[in-house]
């Protein structure tokens, strides 16, 4: 059987801010997949700082990087500057075609705005992911940090980008979903 590619498309949660390469996310899930018998492989795509505008704009490098499979993970930059919910929406959609127009199905993670936001704000960020996943049809994870919570113990010193630790749990809550999204890939 052919190995798997997976594009992880994303921001500094997907690149591993402030970790070690072999400690980020993408990293983390790639060996979690392998030791459960999946023959995956996954490139990071993950640039700090990164917008879900900034992603787009560099989407087609990962598209033209032919990957069998894409998560897309973009929302948290866009969150802590407070950025238009509808114009992340309309970001994060354009990137779901194209993935869908060049056939590379994708898994959709969010992100669950963090204590600090504004109340109103917050309300009208929730629902992007959900919305985007369903009439898309494509797996949604709601919430990335799920599981770590703002909990500091997970977190670097900055507060926001997660530890080694942190991103193991985010890896094996996440886990399950990876791997169902591997079974269909490969079926």
């Known amino acids: 059987m052919a190995r798997i590619t997976l594009a992880a498309f994303g921001d500094s949660l997907t690149e591993g801010y402030g970790l070690p390469a ?12 392998l030791e459960e018998g999946c023959n ?3 490139s990071n795509y993950g640039i700090s700082g990164d917008t879900s505008a900034d992603g787009l704009s560099r989407l087609v490098d990962v598209i033209e990087s032919k990957p069998d499979a894409a998560y897309i993970e ?10 238009d919910p509808e114009q992340v929406k309309i970001n994060i959609v354009a990137m779901v075609e194209a993935f869908q127009e060049a056939r590379i199905p994708v898994i959709l993670l969010g992100f669950k705005p963090m204590n600090f936001t504004p109340q109103s704000y917050a309300l009208a960020f929730n629902s992007i992911f959900s919305d985007i996943a369903q009439k ?6 709601a919430n990335l940090m ?6 500091p113990e997970y977190y670097q010193t900055d507060g926001i980008h997660p530890n080694n630790e942190g991103v193991a749990i985010m890896t094996e809550n996440i886990f399950p979903l990876f791997k ?8």
Do not use: H, M, T
Request: proline share 4%; aromatic share 18%; glycine share 6%.
């Open 146 to 151: 799920k599981g770590i919570g703002e909990n």
């Open 40 to 42: 995956l492989e996954i």
């Open 136 to 141: 898309y049809n494509i797996p949604l994870y």
């Open 22 to 33: 072999y400690s980020s996310f993408p990293a983390q899930l790639e060996r979690k997949l």
């Open 74 to 83: 973009f929302g948290a930059n866009d969150c802590f500057q407070l950025a």
């Open 180 to 187: 169902s999204f591997y079974e269909e890939l490969i079926a």
